[in-house]
């Protein structure tokens, strides 16, 4: 079962995202609140594996939610909900560790579809911004893209072998044409440049 908190200030809003999870046998919504101050109150004490929430509030303006010293982004995987799509924001939010990002003018759907990818750990963008945000994305192959998502994920080159079927050497030679292809140095900062690609 998928454990799901919601924070939106509007209750229609609210209201209908828990109907539609309300539909889905494997999702439960196990807290909502209207303002970000009752979820910083409550989360210490909050059992769940994904938060979805908004991103204007009357105290909180933008990403400021996603900054706030609680760190919502490391208590639970963080998907946003939200009716502005720029890729600055989008991009920002994703660099302070929220796994998807969905707008609201997009299908019913499209939310659940998030929150089955972001609860496998992947990350999640809508289609019309995954478009402003991957201009610049590298091509990766199928495997690659597999890869990637694993070592983002912390796994090890060993494990990773062991779960996809193939061997260490070979994971290497994947992780060196990540490197390249994404300009990085670092797992962290291939990590950082493959959300910015929303990958």
């Known amino acids: 079962m998928i454990r799901i908190i919601l924070l939106e200030d509007h209750a229609i809003v609210r209201e209908g995202v828990r109907f539609l999870l309300g539909q889905e046998a494997d ?3 196990i807290a909502e609140f209207d303002c970000p101050e009752q979820l910083f109150a409550a989360l210490p004490e909050l059992d769940a594996d994904i938060l979805i929430t908004d991103l204007d509030f009357e105290k909180f303006k933008g990403v400021e939610i996603l900054q706030h010293p609680s760190a919502i982004t490391s208590q639970c995987r963080t998907i946003v909900l939200s009716m502005h799509g720029e890729a600055h924001l989008v991009k920002r939010a994703m660099d302070l560790g929220a796994f998807g990002y969905v707008t609201k003018s997009r299908g019913a759907r499209e939310l659940v579809a998030a929150i089955q990818e972001v609860h496998k750990g992947h990350f999640y963008l809508t289609d019309d ?13 199928k495997r690659e893209r597999e890869v990637l998502m694993l070592l983002i994920n912390g796994e090890t080159a060993k494990a990773i072998g062991t779960r996809l079927g193939i061997s260490d050497k070979t994971v290497y030679i994947h992780r ?16 950082r440049k493959a959300r910015d690609a929303g990958i």
């Open 27 to 29: 999702m439960s919504v």
């Open 129 to 141: 911004i995954r478009n402003q945000v991957a201009t610049t994305s590298p091509h990766i192959t």
């Open 176 to 191: 060196a044409s990540l490197m390249e292809k994404f300009g990085a140095k670092t797992l962290i900062e291939l990590g």
